[in-house]
């Protein structure tokens, strides 16, 4: 749309506007922020706030809505959260009758730049993922802007599933793409993840793969020779970080001075675990809500702070391979276990800490406000108490390490003592006695009364008029008032100002002094407050590397405090970790469900060996075996993040991945069906795993036909142990794959024993060795107060199949023993037995085919059969 014709305001709209056109941009008139045009029939729709005009702009109405400048947060959050971008335009210049406001836009926020607390999940951290696919590799950076931290990587072009992985460890807020062509089709894919997607803008690059030199330029000043020579190399990452520089040179430019360093890693330098594994396992979301409660998070997080709750959030999405560094962990874990008075006095003084790692970022990006540096005052004067407590109380290297990290901030503490002002009962915000100037210029104004009084009486003395007064009003400000009477003795330097019915107004060249200082010291009050402000900012912002370690120490420790805490209160172990890859844990518990059963959960041995490798379980619905899955893997998950583990005893070998296929679900979106979806999972395990990996699988195969199915599960299970070798269970519903442990010497049956007492059946929740004799299926649905009617007919038709069942079975026996019986191989050669095998081959065949046509006469209702539905079915009986 042009601006022709257009009043003054919407001319300034539309070139601000032209420059964020893909943000809703919030207008400053007044007191309120307006939209217009279609940011405000979006908004409006979205807040749920009224739609109304102003005035005509090509002789069409202008929309609008507005929202009160006071209140903006509330909406802000809202439209954030929606997965809009949001641009701040204020007015930068007071009102002037005749003149337009100057406007400029101040703040751009986007759902990964935030950086106020309110805007914030305030336990987890805030992620701003970057892409760049390359045409043999695609480089990932995720970025903490808070935290100036980028992690950094890549994975094989078209490794879909690698960087799903790679997603749902860091949960990005926001994906940054280059605005170019060629990258529409990720675009698509990102937003089908459920992600918001924003632009690196086109005209920010060059043609060649490097991208512009201003960003090389950046990444050589703000990284070592060191770094800076891995991004040479590594054109893939360096591209996606160049994509993030763009974007936050428009976005948010003050963070790119803070970046120093750069974490490489390889996806598997953690445990692995994809998004089926994280969803399934339920480690920080739940499947009924998307929330904490019910997951392993949920149970973990006994952090006093929240940078302790994000760090364990992390540590739980990135387990530890490295043993060194899991013992570390479990060291801390341990003794503070052991010193319950330790852990009370840092639980004590951790729930004094403010959440610092998030206010240090808040003052690098100069977003901090006075209730931040007094939070980080506060927070710092707690260190030598901690400090004293870890130097007395705790040893090992990890504690070591988090010592270091605390250096002396007492000058800080300090200075921040002697200037900020924490007297709520005024709006200073710096403290009196901290600056000289500042204290004069409130003294002034807050003596001028004192001062005025001082010049009336001088006044009175010197003219000897009792009833001179000064006053004051906006319009003339101040001035000597005499009455007509006393005329007679004003003296000559009083200069006359107003005539009034019975007296007449005066000021002096020392009134006038006096009156310019007070107003001098009015405006200035402000200025000179902020100007020291500032100073002590710019002390802070110097121990700014610091400070980070210092947060980082306090957020380790913490999360320290809350694995010891949880695992005293649960009576959690140590485990004990071996390179054999054998999973040895008696009485071990689900984490999440004991406490849901408050204590009456009934723990399970595992034991899976070289020679019992993989389990098949069976049992009846409801019997736990799901339960039992979850358990062994969130278990040895809980260990590799050097946690203890709900157990009597463990001993864990250090996994590479842990995979799992639990439960069925539709991808609609994708036009996904259950038993698609379920053997993609199936898929990647089946291709992905290694022999250091855990596979968890729950009734693989039930998706489709049941022949069908028992043949995927039979192929899938036979694939895992003779060319994986993994650690598996297997949970299932078909009891004819427990014959396979007859037939490979690493598979063992395994069962969930239940009992049937009086035509109800009562699930023990006990692993056992052996397989089930049945699934309780009506005894299940009886208690899921399922109509007696459908039970009654359930119970018939079962009893009618197992009648059928049973006879065929019996024939296909007595038809095989005969034929084994006839076909003896004692003292035939190898190739007459492979003769043999081949007719045994063909007859079951046959006799399956049999068992078809038995099967077939037995379902037919001779009752409601017509002549013409008889013919023909004896013809097609006939054509087989």
Not at 53 to 71: N, Y
Not at 77 to 95: M, N, R, S, W, Y
Not at 359 to 387: H, M
Not at 402 to 427: G, R
Request: aromatic share 8%.
């Amino acid at each position: 749309m042009t601006t022709e014709k257009l009043t003054p305001l919407m001319q300034q709209y539309f070139q601000i506007k032209s420059q964020y056109p893909d943000t809703i941009l919030l207008f400053q008139v007044g007191d309120f922020y307006e939209l217009f045009f279609e940011d405000a029939k979006v908004a409006s729709s979205f807040l749920a706030i009224a739609l109304t005009k102003r005035g005509k702009c090509k002789g069409e109405d202008v929309p609008l809505c507005g929202v009160p400048i006071h209140a903006i947060n509330h909406y802000l959050v809202k439209l954030i959260k929606g997965g809009f971008k949001v641009a701040i335009c204020d007015q930068l210049t007071k009102p002037v009758p005749g003149q337009v406001v100057e406007r400029g836009v101040t703040q751009v926020f986007t759902p990964g730049t935030l950086t106020d607390s309110s805007m914030l999940d305030e336990k987890s951290a805030s992620y701003l993922f970057s892409f760049y696919p390359q045409k043999d590799s695609w480089g990932l950076v995720f970025t903490e802007l808070l935290t100036a931290q980028l992690f950094a990587t890549s994975v094989p072009a078209g490794a879909y599933k690698m960087l799903e992985s790679e997603l749902i460890r860091f949960f990005p807020d926001e994906v940054i793409l280059p605005n170019l062509n060629s990258f529409k089709s990720f675009t698509t894919y990102f937003r089908q993840l459920g992600y918001m997607v924003g632009f690196a803008q086109t005209n920010d690059f060059k043609d060649d793969i490097a991208g512009p030199d201003v960003a090389k330029l950046w990444m050589e000043k703000q990284f070592n020779e060191k770094i800076f020579a891995k991004l040479q190399e590594q054109t893939a990452i360096s591209s996606t970080l160049q994509t993030l520089y763009f974007y936050l040179k428009r976005h948010q430019e003050k963070s790119l001075d803070h970046f120093r360093n750069i974490q490489f890693y390889q996806p598997d330098d953690y445990l692995i675990l994809d998004s089926a594994t994280q969803k399934n396992l339920e480690i920080v979301k739940n499947n009924q809500d998307g929330g904490r409660k019910n997951t392993l998070l949920f149970v973990m997080d006994k952090a006093k702070t929240p940078m302790g709750s994000r760090t364990i959030k992390k540590w739980l999405l990135r387990p530890l391979i490295q043993q060194d560094k899991i013992l570390q962990r479990q060291e801390v874990v341990g003794n503070l276990c052991k010193q319950i008075d330790t852990m009370q006095q840092l639980e004590e003084l951790l729930s004094a800490v403010s959440d610092i790692e998030r206010i240090i970022g808040r003052i690098a990006l100069r977003r901090a406000l006075l209730q931040d540096y007094i939070a980080l005052k506060n927070s710092l004067s707690l260190l030598p108490l901690i400090k004293v407590i870890l130097q007395k109380n705790l040893r090992g290297i990890l504690i070591d390490a988090i010592q270091e990290k605390f250096a002396d901030f007492s000058t800080l503490i300090q200075l921040l003592e002697v200037s900020l002002n924490d007297d709520s009962t005024n709006d200073w915000k710096i403290k009196k006695g901290f600056d000289l100037q500042l204290d004069r210029l409130r003294d002034l104004v807050g003596n001028s009364q004192k001062e005025i009084l001082k010049l009336e009486q001088k006044e009175v003395a010197r003219t000897k008029i009792n009833s001179l007064k000064i006053r004051y009003n906006r319009v003339a400000g101040y001035y000597i008032e005499v009455t007509n009477p006393n005329l007679n003795l004003v003296p000559d330097d009083y200069i006359e100002q107003q005539k009034l019915v019975n007296r007449k107004r005066f000021v002096t060249q020392e009134l006038k002094d006096l009156e310019r200082e007070i107003l001098k010291a009015q405006n200035e009050i402000e200025v000179v407050e902020n100007n020291v402000f500032e100073r002590v900012k710019s002390e802070v912002e110097e121990q700014l590397s610091l400070l980070r370690h210092c947060a980082q120490g306090l957020s380790y420790l913490d999360a320290l405090f809350s694995f010891a805490k949880v695992a005293y209160e649960n009576n959690y172990v140590a485990p004990v970790f071996n390179d054999e890859q054998n999973i040895v844990i008696k009485d071990g518990r689900h984490p999440v469900v004991e406490q849901k059963l408050e204590n009456n959960f009934e723990p399970n041995d595992t034991n899976l060996t070289n020679s019992e490798s993989m389990w098949i379980i069976t049992g009846p619905n409801m019997g736990g075996k799901s339960t039992y899955l979850r358990q062994v893997a969130l278990i040895s998950i809980m260990a590799q993040c050097g946690g203890f583990i709900p157990a009597q005893s463990a001993q864990l070998p250090i996994l590479d991945r842990v995979f799992t296929r639990i439960g069925s679900g539709d991808n609609l979106v994708e036009g996904k069906s259950t038993f698609l979806v379920e053997m993609e999972e199936t898929a990647t395990i089946c291709t992905q795993a290694t022999k250091n990996s855990l596979v968890i699988l729950d009734e693989v195969g039930r998706g489709t036909s049941t022949f069908d199915g028992i043949a995927l599960a039979q192929a899938i299970i036979e694939y895992i142990i003779q060319n994986i070798g993994a650690r598996c269970l297997f949970a299932t519903h078909y009891h004819e794959l427990t014959q396979l442990a007859q037939k490979f010497s690493g598979i063992s049956n395994y069962q969930m024993l239940s009992r049937k007492v009086k035509n109800q059946v009562v699930f023990l929740h006990k692993v056992a060795p052996g397989a089930s004799g049945t699934s309780f299926g009506i005894e299940v649905a009886k208690l899921a107060q399922l109509p007696p009617k459908i039970i009654k007919r359930a119970s018939l038709i079962l009893e009618k199949m197992e009648q059928k069942a049973n006879l065929l079975n019996g024939k296909k026996m007595e038809f095989q023993s005969s034929l084994f019986g006839a076909f003896a191989v004692d003292g035939k050669s190898d190739e007459e037995i492979q003769e043999l095998q081949i007719k045994v081959g063909y007859l079951e065949k046959e006799l399956e085919k049999k068992e078809k046509v038995v099967q077939k006469f037995s379902e037919i209702n001779l009752d409601n059969i017509t002549p013409k539905q008889a013919f023909d079915l004896l013809w097609e009986l006939k054509s087989k």
